[in-house]
């Protein structure tokens, strides 16, 4: 029982992140555990293998129509016949075979080459016609990048103009090759990417700042420009395995801190913003176009969460801290597309980005964390086998108890406690809700009280109006006549009233 309560953290060595040729380069799951280089070099060989046996194939199955061929050919030829007579259909019979050999030859090449399978497909690609808004957008944002790779490529003057040329070039043939499958496509693309940087690196004399820079340019402008042709192609389950982690993500919301040993404290306010901030890096990610500026993302999401767990722990945070802290902001942000994300920068971005460096270190872990995510089971957890499958069907959820979970707790309305910080808010918010509402019909109730006293005491006061006209009702009198000076008692010595005269004029 005391094995059943510990909660054992994510451990990952160092070790297996890099790859397992012992080049010291990081490796990639989706590469077999390789680097890009050992993998491209695997790669070869095995395509270079599987031509061969392709063509040996071809020219035995041509070989034994041939001789079928000829034995039926030979079978209905006359030996009583004149040999002159048997040259002439003796030179059309070498003549028919020319020209069968030739036409099988002619096959076979057309059946491995890339243009003879563009046909089909085009009739499909005229019909995903994209919405005029994300044409326009996507127009807008193709415009701007090239405009800015031709300013930057006028400061290279003369190697400059042929970067430029070689990458239109480029551009354009990649446009007649929709048909390839996802791994073509990403061979071509860094068969470029490699050409292009020895011809750089033997110009600017092994200066490998300068070349990283304008591979960096290069590789903005190329994918901005193919970024809707290579992204999830149709060749691909990618579309299917981004459902998949986004359903077992989904089933996967009851997970919480404390089954990860995340050394993170949501409650710090500090903490929170940071856990936030990785979030919406993660998420932000499938939003740029670039494999280099999706990179960008996640190295932001993981300098958020070294930052959270440096704050928690007052101390700088280690390998075996981040990558639980990791799985726990994917769960967390469940983002959109992941797995086409994770494709896309493995196919496409430079590799000398994903074999070293702290975006390699990074795009590693991410790696390892959805793989750990496809992987989660009850061990994993430390949970009972039996609980771990109520958990993921939705019967239950975990419930902790007020003194193990440390977060002050609330009860929801199912009756079960909150299981992290963020529900314990929730909960927070719905009691400070009903209380609001609670106030708010008070509130009415006086409302509607004010109301009916007003309406009582207007009636009252009309009631009272009334009683007082009944009881003293208005009499208005007339007032009489009478002269001005009636009332004047000296009239008799007033002068008389002064004639009008009219004087002649």
Not at 287 to 301: E, F, G, H, N
Request: contains cysteine.
């Amino acid at each position: 029982m005391s094995q059943r309560k510990e909660r054992r953290g994510i451990h990952v060595d160092q070790s297996e992140l890099h790859c397992n040729k012992g080049c010291g380069y990081y490796g990639n799951a989706a590469w077999q555990g390789l680097c890009s280089k050992c993998w491209r070099e695997e790669y070869q060989r095995a395509r270079q293998k599987q031509i061969q046996e392709d063509w040996a194939l071809a020219e035995k199955l041509q070989r034994e129509e041939e001789v079928a061929y000829a034995s039926i050919q030979g079978a209905q030829s006359q030996p009583q016949a004149q040999p002159q007579a048997s040259l002439a259909p003796f030179s059309k019979f070498e003549e028919k075979k020319t020209n069968e050999k030739t036409r099988k030859v002619t096959t076979v090449k057309k059946f491995f080459s890339p243009s003879s399978r563009t046909a089909p497909k085009k009739e499909n690609q005229e019909g995903k016609t994209p919405s005029p808004s994300i044409s326009r957008q996507s127009s807008i944002e193709t415009d701007r990048v090239s405009r800015d790779f031709v300013d930057f490529l006028k400061t290279l003057h003369k190697p400059g103009r042929e970067v430029h040329k070689q990458s239109r070039a480029f551009i354009e043939i990649m446009a007649n090759k929709k048909d390839l499958s996802a791994d073509e496509l990403s061979e071509c693309v860094q068969d470029f990417y490699q050409n292009l940087s020895d011809r750089l690196m033997t110009h600017f004399k092994g200066s490998s700042e300068r070349v990283e820079r304008v591979m960096d340019e290069v590789e903005k402008y190329i994918m901005t420009r193919l970024y809707k042709s290579v992204f999830c192609p149709e060749t691909t389950d990618d579309e299917e395995k981004d459902l998949a982690t986004q359903n077992r993500i989904r089933a996967l919301h009851w997970v919480d801190i404390q089954m990860l040993c995340v050394p993170v404290d949501e409650e710090i306010p500090e903490v929170s913003d940071n856990v936030v901030k990785a979030i919406t890096d993660v998420i932000e990610m499938d939003s740029k176009r670039v494999p280099r500026d999706k990179l960008a993302c996640i190295t932001r999401c993981s300098k958020h969460i070294f930052s959270a767990i440096k704050i928690t722990k007052s101390e700088p945070a280690s390998a075996d801290d981040f990558l639980p802290t990791l799985i726990y902001i994917v769960l967390k942000a469940n983002p959109p597309r992941l797995q086409s994300n994770i494709q896309y920068i493995t196919r496409f971005c430079n590799p000398s980005r994903l074999m070293t460096g702290e975006d390699g270190y990074y795009f590693t872990n991410l790696c390892c964390a959805v793989a750990f995510i496809e992987k989660l089971d009850a061990q994993s957890l430390n949970l009972d086998p039996e609980d771990f499958e109520r958990y993921m069907s939705g019967q239950a959820s975990p419930r902790r108890p007020e003194a193990d979970s440390g977060w002050p707790q609330v009860d929801p309305p199912s009756g079960s406690a909150a299981s992290s910080p963020a529900l314990s808010q929730v909960y927070q918010n719905l009691d400070l809700l009903s209380g609001l509402g609670s106030r708010q019909d008070r509130v009415l109730e006086g409302v509607q009280s004010l109301q009916r006293d007003l309406i009582t005491w207007q009636e009252s006061v009309e009631r009272e109006v009334q009683e007082i006209l009944e009881k003293y009702p208005l009499e208005i009198r007339l007032p009489t006549p009478s002269a001005i000076d009636s009332d004047n008692v000296e009239n008799d010595r007033l002068p008389p009233p002064l004639t009008p005269q009219v004087f002649a004029g």
